[in-house]
């Protein structure tokens, strides 16, 4: 498979120390990486690099669909929680259209904003949410309306931040399936970052573990049978 990301020699550090240290790693175009690992082992590090957040020596490499190297490519990225006032009288539509267009939304929502809207919301499966106010949606919901955010435009890679954290196990299956449907769907590379092993394996094709400056990526299978895989699976 073609990739669609890669990393030469990528290290970062804090204060003298190696988070991320000389990571070669390639996402190919349709893969769904389950990245996986402890907490202060890399991975919100690396995230942030692979969004251009963060300095860092070495390189990360964006490549178009002959493999020529991009300057950028389009990536989508829900993170773990959304901090707003609950209180606000904003509805779903006003919230997207506002990412989308300088036209304040107290305005309106013009038809072709309205219609770029329900477009993102129907690929997160996420339509009946429209009119709904921000403030009353369930933790899954929100997810969802995030996830919609992060499809307009459709990406070529889609990070997510602990997308599960906080969803009761059916929302979190229901996540997991729409993810896996926007992947056959669209080809979009995912990246995941869950503490969530079991639940996630199914869906994913490949496991990137982040583990205290050692790292594994590859297939699920070599990643069960690593010692990081079965002493990870086993705390899952």
């Known amino acids: 498979m073609k990739p669609v990301i890669e990393t030469h020699a990528l290290c970062k550090s804090y204060h003298g120390r190696p988070v991320v240290d000389h990571l070669n790693l390639t996402v190919p175009e349709g893969c769904v990486y389950g990245f ?12 942030r690099a692979l969004l251009s957040q963060i300095p860092h020596t070495g390189q ?17 990225y829900v993170p773990q929680q959304l901090p707003f006032d609950k209180q606000m009288p904003v ?3 006003d919230f997207l259209a506002a990412s989308l267009t300088r036209r304040p939304v107290w305005t309106g929502v013009g038809k072709k904003t309205r219609a770029q809207v329900l477009e993102a919301l129907a690929l997160a499966r996420a339509e009946k949410l429209a009119n709904r106010q921000l403030g009353q949606l369930s933790g899954g ?5 995030l996830l919609a955010m992060a499809l307009t435009p459709t990406p070529d890679l889609l990070v997510l931040d602990e997308p599960v954290t906080g969803l009761d196990p059916a929302a979190a299956q229901d996540l997991y399936r729409t993810l896996d449907y926007l992947n056959k769907k669209e080809g979009i590379a995912i990246i995941m970052v869950t503490h969530d092993l079991h639940s996630a394996l199914p869906y994913a094709t490949a496991i ?3 583990g205290h400056g050692s ?3 590859g297939d699920t299978a070599s990643y069960l049978a690593s010692p990081c895989g ?6 899952a």
Do not use: C
């Open 141 to 145: 919901e929100l997810q969802r309306v």
């Open 91 to 93: 509805t779903v539509t």
């Open 208 to 210: 990137l573990h982040a």
């Open 215 to 217: 790292w594994f990526y």
């Open 60 to 76: 990360i490499r964006h490549m178009d669909n002959q493999e020529r190297p991009l300057r950028s490519v389009r990536t989508g």
């Open 230 to 235: 079965k002493r990870f699976g086993g705390e």
């Open 36 to 47: 996986l690992g402890p907490n202060g082992a890399g991975k919100t590090t690396l995230v």
